[in-house]
């Protein structure tokens, strides 16, 4: 319950200073956050993650306008590159993964911190990014014939687009585990995901560091 | 397409929306006389010209174009219309839509922001600022990895002197080891010679004196004890049968070390031949059996069924039989040992970790060195490691990996290629 607020109060202070586009405060939350004794996965579902969702919430409530959101991405984002050194685990496994995003998805940020959580584990990671469309992912996966493919859904609207997607994967690198993810899937349902096919959806980047974990084994 | 309707509708309307745009903030709207004083003005002008409540003390102004230009002209009506800068000269200007009129003396702005243009900036900028922070992650995951190359490129330099240093020091002891094994060689002949005739000696010895004991010549008795007496035969038959004793192991000690020279400058002397490593090492195992059962060491050998390796297999016995006796030394009574044999393609990793004392930080980068020990003066050539070194770098073309914490144990990784190709 303790360790709760204190998460509270530095999620809170984080989503402040996102809000008033106050870089350096955000980054000093970020750093206070990780040497009391929290992991950067704490930091990335507990802070992060909780701060953008209200961040989307407060655009979705007309309280911000996009030009807002897009600072607060941009914030956490030079922030994520501060800590992406510091990160990368020394002890590599020689397994690679391509993270990317659904096609027409803008929204990268989540798919940055999942990369992340795969380089902590020692993986070597492709980051993609937005705005891949699919027949250049498919080209990159030939190149770089990764171990698995990493792929975040953040709208729910481009739901279809990720079937497409999964069914262009699925028929073209019949082997390849995909792994799946994302803020939609608060509002996918069971029934859905079994349209997916054969992949896994991962909730949350403590499910996936788990998931790596025992993968590697 | 834009709309070039007459906006009847929106007419009808004219007095709210003028209104609405009184309080605005995109649209700025400011009346001035002739010098420039500032009479009237809406919101947004009083945020573009941050002036205060009675429309005094502006902090910005007209900066191109400047006010005093409007004043060139006496004709009524537009007097200009383009893109207006007002700010500071500093760090604020605001680059906006601007109309000038001029009536009877007095000068009407009209400023907006370009709103569709900014949101299409905005748009684009949030994108460039995306694609700047993906590069800098490469940059940064590109630094690492050059990072990572260099610590490697450090270690294979670190491996080349090593190797060079040991084929140096391999070429010298070769030549040390020809030259005295031979002179050792009858040395140790030689005292098991002297042992027999020295006890014979001894024994016929006694015998004359027991026979002139026997003889009850007491006169030849008495001479004869004095010369026992005198030149003390019972401690000198006693101390020269130890002295042989100790020669012998001392000269067994000699053979020992140039049999470990000779093995460290000549490794190449066999033939690659493919075998069942698995039954190879458990061969060097039982060599130690009565070790591990005397220091109550458990050792646990994890290793799959069968495993064919092309190597050489005396030499790679040696390798790992000298690791392993030195992870015996390291454990106290009760502990473990785990040896492990992995197929990891295209190499074979044999792993032996222990939970005994660790190798201290300071001598890390020694425990290759010939002649290095850390065991008492007697008990170690300082050659084991030195020799496994040579065998799975040199002969096998392979590499070895140390972790060790003090206190907590050490794991040795000998990692060789499946078939060794030559």
């Known amino acids: 319950m303790m360790n709760e607020s204190i998460s509270e109060n530095f999620t809170n202070g984080f989503l402040d200073n996102l809000l008033n586009c106050n870089r350096s405060a955000c980054s000093d939350i970020a750093h206070s956050y990780l040497s009391s004794n929290h992991s950067v996965i704490q930091l990335y579902e507990d802070v992060f993650k909780v701060a953008l969702y209200e961040v989307g919430k407060l655009w979705e409530t007309n309280k911000i306008s996009v030009a807002t959101e897009h600072i607060a991405t941009a914030i956490t984002e030079s922030i994520l590159n501060e800590l992406f050194e510091q990160i990368i685990s020394n002890k590599r496994c020689y397994r690679k993964v391509v993270v990317a995003c659904v096609e027409k998805e803008q929204h990268q940020v989540g798919i940055k911190m999942v990369a992340d959580v795969f380089e902590m584990n020692g993986w070597e990671t492709f980051f993609l990014g937005t705005g891949i469309p699919n027949n250049e992912l498919i080209r990159y996966l030939h190149e770089i014939k990764p171990d ?70 | 397409m834009v709309y070039t309707g007459k906006n009847k509708y929106i007419s009808e309307w004219s007095n709210l929306i003028f209104e609405l745009i009184s309080k605005g903030h995109s649209v700025g709207i400011g009346v001035f006389d002739i010098e420039g004083r500032l009479l009237d003005a809406n919101r947004a002008m009083c945020y573009f010209l941050d002036v205060d409540e009675n429309l005094k003390n502006a902090k910005n102004s007209f900066v191109n174009p400047v006010f005093h230009s409007f004043k060139n002209g006496s004709v009524d009506g537009l007097i200009f219309d383009g893109l207006m800068t007002i700010g500071n000269s500093g760090d604020i200007s605001y680059v906006l839509n601007s109309k000038v009129f001029r009536k009877q003396g007095q000068f009407m702005v009209f400023a907006e922001a370009d709103v569709p243009y900014l949101f299409k900036q905005n748009d684009q ?25 260099l610590a490697e490129l450090k270690e294979t330099q670190h491996m080349l002197i090593h190797s060079e240093k040991m084929n140096a020091i391999g070429r010298l002891v070769a030549g040390v080891a020809h030259e005295i094994n ?13 042992e027999k005739y020295v006890e014979e000696v001894i024994q016929s010895y006694r015998e004359v004196e027991e026979l002139i004991s026997k003889e009850g010549l007491p006169e030849l008795n008495r001479q004869a004890a004095g010369i026992h007496k005198k030149n003390d035969l019972d401690f000198l038959s006693l101390d020269l049968a130890d002295m042989v004793k100790e020669s012998k192991i001392g000269i067994e000690r000699v053979k020992t070390i140039v049999e470990d020279l000779r093995l460290f400058s000549r490794l190449d002397g066999s033939a690659v031949k493919t075998i069942d490593l698995i039954e190879n090492i458990k061969s060097t195992i039982s060599i130690l059996r009565s070790e591990l059962t005397s220091k109550n060491i458990n050792l646990e050998f994890l290793a799959p069924d069968r495993l064919l390796v092309g190597c050489y297999p005396g030499q790679l016995n040696q390798a790992i039989l000298n690791v392993l006796i030195n992870a015996i030394y390291a454990v106290d009574s009760g502990g473990k040992i785990i040896l492990s044999i992995e197929l990891k393609e295209p190499n074979v990793v044999l792993s032996v970790k222990d939970n005994g004392c660790g190798i201290p930080h300071e001598i890390r980068d020694k425990i290759f060195d010939p002649f290095f020990t850390t065991k008492p003066v007697g008990s170690g050539t300082g050659l084991g490691l030195s020799i496994t070194y040579k065998i799975i770098t040199d002969l096998h073309k392979g590499s070895i990996e140390v972790e060790s914490e003090p206190g907590e144990g050490t794991s040795f990784k000998l ?7 030559i």
């Open chain 2, 415 to 421: 990692i060789i290629p499946k078939n060794l190709s």
């Open chain 2, 125 to 149: 900028l949030s994108l460039l600022n995306q694609q700047v922070n993906n590069l800098q992650r490469q940059l940064i995951k590109e630094k690492k990895t050059l990072q990572f190359t």
């Open chain 2, 182 to 194: 031979n002179p050792i060689a009858f040395v140790y002949s030689n005292l098991f010679s002297i």
């Open chain 1, 148 to 217: 698995l493919i990493a792929i975040s859904l953040s709208v729910y609207f481009n739901f279809t687009n990720l079937l497409k997607m999964l069914d262009i994967l699925q028929k073209e690198f019949p082997g390849l585990q995909i792994v799946i993810g994302g803020q939609a899937f608060n509002h996918v349902s069971a029934d859905m995901t079994d349209r997916m096919g054969n992949v896994i959806v991962l909730t949350d980047l403590y499910i996936l560091d788990k998931f790596i974990q025992t993968y590697n084994k």
